[in-house]
Structures are given as structure tokens and as C-alpha cells.
């Protein structure tokens, strides 16, 4: 079993950064890797970013490349969600999940799931 628990989000400011953090309990950190998703106000939850055990894999949505950067720390069962050059578009509410073995990009692969943190950003 594995729990997950994000902070890190807020309002921000169009063109603005956040960092998310994801902290996972348990000792099986390393063993699974780990996605943040997102859903917006009456949008289905859509995949953000993975990166695999090891941090040797990161995978991104279209959307996010070269504004977002998913890393680990696995001494601190952590996942984060570097944020940059934020949008309107980027408003949502955003869960961590965390999955044993290889990377995935589809949510219903997913095993584990945080409460979520929102993320605003004004025009």
C-alpha cells in the first residue's frame, strides 16, 4: 500500500512558476513509478508527466514540454512537478499516482492516488 499526499500548488500569475511535491509513504517508493495527472472544472483527468523508478525515463504530454519537469528523490519518497511559464490553460486540479514497475501515461494504469491540489493561474 502506498499513500500519497501532494502540496505545492496555488494561485499564480500567467507566466508564473509552482513546484508540486507528491510525498508517498512506505518503503516501496523506489519499486513504482510515478505520474501527475490533472483535471480541470468539467474535463475528464488527463495525463501530465511520468518518470520512471529510477528517474532514468520521463515522459511528458504535449501540452507541458518545455514548461514542466517531473523529478524524484527517492531517499525522500518524493515526486515533483517544476512548473514554469504557467498558463490559464493550466488550471486544474492536480493528483500524483504511483504505479509497481514500468512508466505509464494512461491514469486507468495507475494503482495509487493523492487527494489532489489545485493549481490556479490568472490571466
Known amino acids: 500500500q502506498v499513500q500519497l499526499v501532494e502540496s505545492g500548488g496555488g494561485l499564480v500569475q500567467a507566466g508564473g512558476s509552482l513546484r508540486l511535491s507528491c510525498a508517498a509513504s512506505?518503503?516501496?517508493?523506489?519499486?513504482?513509478?510515478m505520474g501527475w495527472f490533472r483535471q480541470a472544472p468539467g474535463k475528464e483527468r488527463e495525463f501530465v508527466a511520468a518518470?520512471?523508478?529510477?528517474?532514468?525515463?520521463?515522459y511528458y504530454a504535449d501540452p507541458v514540454k518545455g514548461r514542466f519537469t517531473i523529478s524524484r528523490n527517492n531517499a525522500k519518497n518524493t515526486v515533483y512537478l517544476q512548473m514554469n511559464s504557467l498558463e490559464p490553460e493550466d488550471t486544474a486540479v492536480y493528483y500524483c499516482?504511483?504505479?509497481?514497475?514500468?512508466?505509464?501515461?494512461?491514469?486507468?494504469?495507475?494503482?495509487?492516488w493523492g487527494q489532489g491540489t489545485q493549481v490556479t493561474v490568472s490571466s
Open positions: 499516482a504511483a504505479v509497481r514497475g514500468v512508466i505509464a501515461g494512461r491514469s486507468n494504469e495507475y494503482e495509487y
Open positions: 512506505g518503503r516501496t517508493f523506489s519499486t513504482h513509478a
Open positions: 518518470v520512471s523508478q529510477s528517474a532514468a525515463f520521463t
